[in-house]
Protein backbone atom coordinates (compact mmCIF):
# COMPACT_ATOMS: atom_id res chain seq x y z
CA UNK A 1 0.00 0.00 0.00
CA UNK A 2 0.92 3.43 -0.74
CA UNK A 3 0.19 7.29 0.21
CA UNK A 4 -0.13 9.06 -3.13
CA UNK A 5 2.76 10.90 -4.14
CA UNK A 6 3.53 14.76 -3.32
CA UNK A 7 5.86 17.22 -3.66
CA UNK A 8 8.21 18.16 -0.19
CA UNK A 9 10.91 20.50 0.76
CA UNK A 10 13.96 18.81 2.10
CA UNK A 11 16.62 20.47 4.19
CA UNK A 12 19.99 19.63 3.53
CA UNK A 13 21.30 16.57 5.36
CA UNK A 14 24.35 15.47 6.17
CA UNK A 15 25.73 11.53 6.35
CA UNK A 16 28.15 8.92 6.24
CA UNK A 17 27.09 5.59 4.30
CA UNK A 18 29.35 2.58 2.84
CA UNK A 19 29.12 2.75 -0.75
CA UNK A 20 28.56 -0.23 -2.89
CA UNK A 21 27.93 -1.81 -6.40
CA UNK A 22 25.27 -3.82 -6.48
CA UNK A 23 23.35 -6.37 -8.69
CA UNK A 24 19.56 -6.78 -8.46
CA UNK A 25 18.75 -8.96 -6.17
CA UNK A 26 21.10 -7.61 -3.94
CA UNK A 27 18.80 -8.19 -0.74
CA UNK A 28 21.25 -11.49 0.23
CA UNK A 29 24.30 -8.20 0.67
CA UNK A 30 22.76 -5.71 2.93
CA UNK A 31 23.05 -7.37 6.40
CA UNK A 32 26.80 -6.94 6.05
CA UNK A 33 27.03 -4.01 4.35
CA UNK A 34 24.88 -2.45 7.61
CA UNK A 35 27.07 -4.29 9.75
CA UNK A 36 30.02 -2.52 8.54
CA UNK A 37 28.40 0.72 8.19
CA UNK A 38 27.24 0.72 12.31
CA UNK A 39 30.94 -0.86 12.85
CA UNK A 40 32.44 2.49 11.30
CA UNK A 41 29.63 4.79 12.57
CA UNK A 42 30.55 3.48 16.36
CA UNK A 43 34.30 2.79 15.97
CA UNK A 44 33.91 7.12 15.09
CA UNK A 45 31.58 7.63 17.55
CA UNK A 46 29.02 8.85 15.68
CA UNK A 47 25.56 9.25 16.27
CA UNK A 48 23.10 8.87 13.63
CA UNK A 49 20.27 11.18 13.93
CA UNK A 50 17.11 9.53 11.80
CA UNK A 51 16.51 6.43 10.01
CA UNK A 52 18.61 3.95 8.03
CA UNK A 53 18.69 5.27 4.01
CA UNK A 54 19.39 3.69 0.76
CA UNK A 55 20.71 6.37 -1.11
CA UNK A 56 20.81 5.52 -5.13
CA UNK A 57 23.74 7.06 -7.49
CA UNK A 58 23.67 5.70 -10.26
CA UNK A 59 21.37 3.07 -12.27
CA UNK A 60 21.61 0.73 -15.53
CA UNK A 61 19.07 -1.84 -14.49
CA UNK A 62 19.76 -3.99 -12.62
CA UNK A 63 23.52 -2.52 -12.14
CA UNK A 64 23.12 -0.44 -9.32
CA UNK A 65 25.87 2.07 -7.43
CA UNK A 66 24.29 2.86 -3.40
CA UNK A 67 25.34 4.74 -0.45
CA UNK A 68 23.89 2.48 2.47
CA UNK A 69 23.64 5.29 5.15
CA UNK A 70 22.61 7.48 8.16
CA UNK A 71 22.06 11.02 8.60
CA UNK A 72 23.51 12.90 11.13
CA UNK A 73 23.37 15.87 12.98
CA UNK A 74 26.34 17.43 11.69
CA UNK A 75 28.91 17.50 9.06
CA UNK A 76 32.41 14.86 9.01
CA UNK A 77 34.98 14.24 7.19
CA UNK A 78 34.84 10.95 4.87
CA UNK A 79 37.25 8.29 6.94
CA UNK A 80 37.91 4.88 6.73
CA UNK A 81 34.91 2.45 4.39
CA UNK A 82 32.85 5.58 5.14
CA UNK A 83 31.91 8.04 2.37
CA UNK A 84 30.06 11.41 3.94
CA UNK A 85 28.46 13.55 2.08
CA UNK A 86 24.98 15.78 2.60
CA UNK A 87 21.70 15.47 1.00
CA UNK A 88 20.57 18.44 -0.76
CA UNK A 89 17.94 20.57 0.25
CA UNK A 90 15.26 21.04 -2.15
CA UNK A 91 12.11 20.16 -3.68
CA UNK A 92 11.49 16.49 -3.88
CA UNK A 93 8.50 14.07 -5.10
CA UNK A 94 7.67 11.62 -1.99
CA UNK A 95 6.04 7.94 -1.99
CA UNK A 96 5.67 6.52 1.09
CA UNK A 97 4.88 2.94 0.83
CA UNK A 98 4.11 0.68 3.21
CA UNK A 99 4.58 -3.09 3.06
CA UNK A 100 7.25 -5.89 2.17
CA UNK A 101 10.58 -4.63 0.57
CA UNK A 102 9.88 -6.85 -2.19
CA UNK A 103 7.21 -4.51 -3.06
CA UNK A 104 9.47 -1.53 -3.45
CA UNK A 105 10.09 -1.69 -7.19
CA UNK A 106 5.91 -1.68 -8.19
CA UNK A 107 5.67 1.13 -5.62
CA UNK A 108 8.54 3.22 -7.33
CA UNK A 109 7.71 2.39 -10.62
CA UNK A 110 4.46 4.00 -9.65
CA UNK A 111 6.19 6.85 -8.50
CA UNK A 112 8.16 7.49 -11.42
CA UNK A 113 4.89 6.70 -13.74
CA UNK A 114 3.36 9.65 -11.43
CA UNK A 115 6.00 11.98 -11.83
CA UNK A 116 6.05 11.55 -15.65
CA UNK A 117 2.36 12.19 -15.97
CA UNK A 118 2.72 15.47 -13.87
CA UNK A 119 5.54 16.50 -16.27
CA UNK A 120 8.00 16.56 -13.12
CA UNK A 121 11.82 16.50 -14.23
CA UNK A 122 14.86 14.03 -11.97
CA UNK A 123 17.83 16.28 -10.71
CA UNK A 124 19.41 13.86 -12.67
CA UNK A 125 21.85 13.05 -15.92
CA UNK A 126 20.02 10.18 -18.07
CA UNK A 127 22.63 8.76 -20.48
CA UNK A 128 22.20 5.28 -22.56
CA UNK A 129 24.78 3.77 -20.10
CA UNK A 130 22.51 4.38 -16.76
CA UNK A 131 21.30 7.89 -14.76
CA UNK A 132 23.20 9.44 -12.34
CA UNK A 133 20.91 11.24 -9.67
CA UNK A 134 21.76 13.79 -7.35
CA UNK A 135 19.20 12.55 -4.50
CA UNK A 136 17.44 9.25 -4.98
CA UNK A 137 16.44 7.84 -1.68
CA UNK A 138 14.89 5.00 0.20
CA UNK A 139 14.65 5.57 3.90
CA UNK A 140 13.46 2.84 6.22
CA UNK A 141 11.58 4.20 9.74
CA UNK A 142 11.16 0.91 11.04
CA UNK A 143 11.79 -2.72 9.79
CA UNK A 144 11.77 -6.42 10.30
CA UNK A 145 13.88 -5.45 13.92
CA UNK A 146 11.30 -3.62 15.30
CA UNK A 147 7.69 -4.77 13.10
CA UNK A 148 6.96 -8.32 12.94
CA UNK A 149 4.58 -7.27 10.28
CA UNK A 150 5.71 -6.80 6.82
CA UNK A 151 2.35 -4.90 6.14
CA UNK A 152 3.64 -2.63 8.89
CA UNK A 153 6.92 -1.79 7.12
CA UNK A 154 6.93 1.96 5.57
CA UNK A 155 9.99 3.11 2.92
CA UNK A 156 9.80 6.55 2.53
CA UNK A 157 11.05 7.25 -1.70
CA UNK A 158 12.11 10.01 -2.67
CA UNK A 159 13.50 11.79 -5.73
CA UNK A 160 14.65 15.35 -5.73
CA UNK A 161 13.25 17.38 -8.58
CA UNK A 162 15.27 19.46 -10.97
CA UNK A 163 15.41 23.01 -10.01
Known sequence: MAIEPKIVERAATPYVAVRRAVTIPFGEVIPGIMEKLFAEVNKKRLQPDGPVFFKYNFINMPELEIDFGVPLARQVEAA????????PAGR?????????????IDATG??????REQGIRWDAIETP????????????????HDEPDPDKWETIIEIKLRD
Open 129 to 144: EGDTFVSRLETYPNGP
Open 80 to 87: GELVAGVL
Open 92 to 104: YVQLIHFGHYDRL
Open 110 to 115: FLIRWA
